[in-house]
């Protein structure tokens, strides 16, 4: 099957790498220049992932055979019922505990707090007219920013996206990877501005 997969990609000029990782720079079909055969190392390395794959699964079923046998069922538990949600809001402002409400039910005790969770002391009703809040986004920046970005006087909410950014190798550069806001990537963008008319910044 590899020796077909090296094949096709070689016929039709196709490189097949791995996206990262101390092997991102691996070609799973190089070739030797004399012998036009797979190279040994690429052959071990896939041999050796699709090894590391097939022993993960068999612990995995080994996990869940174990489980099963002991009577344990895999999967979430279920929720509260919605014809017994009524009865578990009632026991719960009589006093009884989470914990056993979720015995009495055999459910879990996440459950039961979603099943009461406007009831509970910590909830406070959501503000309908506030707007969502911005998730973040990874985006990963040319080494040579970054390391611009890291001389320019920053606000500390672009300073700290920045310094907890991952540094990724790539090849002779590197890249960044930040994770933050989409207001703060915007922010980031901007101070780049004075780049805008050097030569391309290589990563």
Not at 174 to 182: A, E, N
Request: net charge neutral; proline share 6%; charged share 25%.
């Amino acid at each position: 099957m590899l020796d077909q997969v090296g094949t096709c990609t070689h016929r039709d000029c196709l490189a097949l790498r791995i996206h990262d990782g101390a092997f991102s720079a691996m070609d799973l079909t190089a070739r030797h220049p004399c012998t036009g055969e797979l190279l040994s190392t690429v052959k071990f390395m896939v041999q050796t992932l699709a090894a590391a794959g097939e022993l993960q699964r068999e612990l995995t079923y080994d996990g869940l055979r174990t489980a099963e046998a002991k009577g344990n069922k895999g999967g979430r538990r279920p929720a509260v019922p919605a014809d017994k949600t009524g009865d578990v809001r009632t026991a719960y402002l009589g006093g009884q505990s989470i914990a056993s409400l979720a015995r009495e039910h055999d459910v879990s005790r996440g459950a039961i707090r979603t099943a009461i969770a406007d009831l509970l002391p910590e909830y406070t009703a959501a503000d309908l007219d506030a707007p969502a809040p911005e998730l973040p986004v990874v985006l990963d920046m040319p080494g040579k920013v970054a390391d611009f970005l890291r001389a320019t006087e920053l606000e500390p909410a672009e300073r700290v996206a920045l310094g907890q950014g991952v540094a990724v190798r790539r090849g002779q550069g590197h890249t960044r990877r930040v994770s933050t806001t989409p207001d703060v990537h915007r922010r980031l963008l901007d101070r780049c501005q004075p780049l805008d008319n050097a030569t391309a910044i290589p990563a």
